[in-house]
């Protein structure tokens, strides 16, 4: 630590900028623990014997030790549906935890805690279906520490100018976490070490992230020792000084009736079906449906795993590229089998174009709630979790075979999804503060409790001091 703290004081280069270590840290966090949750969306097409997609037909030998494992359509949405339900049940408390004592010790724990589930998975699934289901229940409450964090760091951490950066920068982990996942899970399910190696690699990783973490974050920049006064002072400078006192009387009945925070939320759910969308099922639309270019699996219609793992990860990064339509979506229910290089480009560029929702809800979200904002973000990352409930529930129903008739339904209901989604948060959605985010409100709700109140201190004019009945 002595040799970064003189590294940010004495470099010209990095001196008084130690919010972007944390930044790059926080991101990379957040990150891991979604692409913990995304491992099993890839390693489901390649749990056949010897580690062979899970749907092969010529596949003849006895399963090895670790392999030979393949689920139903009903179980898949289990899988995925756990993650949904530990999510949703722990997102409440973590979110009233964080704010209270800030994310450095709970997120680091929550964090380590989705790393040794994430380990365990295969032996999990040895165990039985029931303690895969738990372990993956575990990976969702790691996740729910996510959006909390996001905005705990946007509030304390954010120099005022650079908060649609930092707000880009973080917004892009959702993205990234399939950049990473994907060709990693398709070198190691074609490899001798089989798709176990994938949640061994992804644990490995999210435990040394989280440790680092737990060592270089501080809850505060005023705490931390890479941070400079002058770096400090600018952090301070367009902070909300109000912060600390309006926690303590959160208004939320008043945020529950606000028709602006419904648009955030019911917009992040449009989004987040299209996004859903993509990572948990472009592997095996690629592998099962769409016909390669090139190299193409001699037993099923589409891309071989290892060239999946590579192609499944383009739309998301130039997604991060790009950084709300569904146009693109529709397009892909008529594009005919044998041509994936067109379904790739359109699912690709479809998915770019959902980038740009840095400009929508994530931004509007920080915008209206003001102090309250670590709440009202946090109500996106129900709005992820849900939809990570909701999209293999209608998914894996209508694609039980895989067929293109039945993919293209699967892209129709996901488009009209989005699109209704994002008719109401159009008609809704607001830039401005709501009534109950501005300092106002609470100075005056605050004097229907007293009859005289002392109004607060003009810098300016240190030395006047009015009262207001």
């Known amino acids: 630590m002595g040799t970064l703290v003189r590294l940010f004081k004495y470099n010209k280069v990095l001196a008084h900028r130690a919010r972007f270590f944390m930044l790059i840290l926080v991101t990379l966090c957040l990150m891991f623990n979604w692409a913990n949750i995304l491992t099993f969306n890839f390693t489901v097409i390649c749990m056949g014997p010897n580690g062979k997609s899970a749907n092969t037909s010529d596949i003849v030998e ?55 589930a994430t380990a365990t998975i295969p032996f999990a699934m040895k165990m ?20 909390a964090t996001f905005g705990s760091f946007i509030n304390y951490w954010t120099y005022y100018k650079q908060v649609a950066l930092f707000t880009a920068t973080l917004c892009v982990y959702v993205q990234i976490a399939p950049v990473f996942t994907n060709p990693i899970s398709g070198l190691l399910c074609s490899s001798q070490f089989g798709w176990p190696a994938v949640y061994y690699v992804h644990a490995a990783v999210s435990a040394i992230l989280f440790l680092a973490f737990f060592i270089f974050y501080r809850n505060y920049p005023e705490q931390h020792p890479l941070v400079t006064d002058t770096e400090n002072e600018k952090i301070q400078r367009g902070q909300k000084k109000e912060l600390a006192e309006t926690q303590k009387n959160i208004p939320y009945m008043e945020i529950l009736k606000s028709p602006q925070v419904w648009a955030v939320f019911i917009g992040a759910i449009g989004n987040f079906a299209g996004i859903n969308f993509v990572y948990q099922f472009s592997p095996t639309y690629l592998n099962k ?88 973000m946090g109500q996106v990352s129900n709005a992820i979790t849900i939809m990570i409930l909701t999209v293999p529930l209608y998914v894996n129903p209508i694609t039980k075979d895989n067929t293109p008739e039945q993919w293209k339904w699967a892209f129709f209901v996901t488009a009209g999804i989005m699109i209704a989604c994002n008719i109401f948060y159009c008609i809704f959605a ?27 201190f003009d810098k300016n004019q240190p030395d006047k001091i009015s009262y207001v009945s």
């Not at 039985?128 to 959006?147: K, N, P």
């Open 128 to 147: 039985g279906f029931t303690y895969f289901l738990i372990t993956r229940g575990i990976q969702g409450i790691a996740f729910a520490g996510d959006m």
């Open 62 to 116: 006895e399963p090895s030790v670790g392999y030979g494992i393949e689920l139903t359509p009903h179980q898949k949405s289990y899988a995925m549906a756990s993650v949904a339900i530990g999510a949703i049940l722990a997102n409440f408390p973590i979110i009233i935890l964080i704010n209270k004592y800030g994310p450095r010790y709970l997120f680091t724990c929550v964090g380590l805690l989705g790393a040794a």
């Open 289 to 376: 449906v769409s016909l390669g270019v090139s190299h193409l699996s001699d037993s099923v219609q589409g891309y071989e795993i290892l060239n999946t793992g590579f192609v499944s990860a383009l739309p998301p990064l130039l997604e991060a590229i790009c950084k709300e339509t569904a146009g693109f979506i529709t397009a892909l229910a008529f594009i005919p089998p044998g041509n994936g290089l067109i379904a790739l480009i359109v699912l690709t560029t479809g998915t770019c174009f959902m980038g740009f929702n840095i400009g929508g809800f994530y931004k509007s979200g920080s915008l209206i709630a003001g102090p309250y904002a670590p709440l009202v």
């Open 430 to 456: 607001s830039g401005e503060p709501c009534y109950w985010a501005k300092k106002e409100y609470h100075e005056n709700k605050n004097s229907a409790f007293s009859p005289i109140k002392i109004a607060p």
